[in-house]
C-alpha cells in the first residue's frame, strides 16, 4: 500500500461518514448521526497512527529508526484506544452507530483498494497487450 492509496482512503471515510451522518440526522437521531460520523473519524485516527508507527518503525535496512517519532505514534494509538474505552463505558451514543462508523473505514478500505489494484491490473494488461 502506499501513501496516496491510504490517504485516499482517510478522505473517502470522512465523506462518506458526513454523508452518512447528515442522512442519519434526518432519518434516526441527532445522536446517532453524532455517534456514526464521530466514530468513523476515530477510525482514521486509529489507521493515521497504525500507518505513522509502521511507517517509523519498519525502516530499511541501514536507516535509523526514529525512536522518538515511534513512541509519539504508540501515545496516539494508545490514547486512541483510551478515547474508545470511555465512549463505550459512558455511553454518549447508541452502539450501533459506533458499529456502523467503524465499519464505513473497512468498506471505504475494501472499496478503494479494489478500484486501486484493478486500475493497476488494467495499465498492466495494456502494456502486455503493447508489446
Known amino acids: 500500500m502506499d501513501k496516496s492509496l491510504l490517504a485516499r482512503v482517510r478522505i473517502w471515510t470522512i465523506l462518506i461518514a458526513l454523508v452518512s451522518a447528515l442522512v442519519a440526522w434526518f432519518a434516526i437521531s441527532f445522536e446517532f448521526a453524532a455517534g456514526l460520523f464521530l466514530t468513523a473519524l476515530w477510525a ?3 489507521l493515521m497512527a497504525l500507518e505513522g508507527i509502521l511507517r517509523s518503525a519498519v525502516v530499511p535496512p541501514g536507516t535509523p529508526r526514529n525512536g522518538f517519532a515511534i513512541f509519539l505514534w504508540v501515545l496516539l494509538k494508545i490514547a486512541v484506544y483510551g478515547l474508545a474505552l470511555w465512549v463505550l463505558f459512558s455511553r454518549p451514543f447508541p452502539a ?10 473497512m468498506a471505504t478500505l475494501v472499496g478503494v483498494g479494489a478500484r486501486s489494484r484493478s486500475i493497476e491490473i488494467r495499465q498492466t494488461n495494456r502494456r502486455d497487450d503493447d508489446v
Open 96 to 105: 450501533i452507530s459506533h458499529a456502523v462508523g467503524f465499519t464505513l473505514l
Open 44 to 46: 482514521v485516527t486509529g
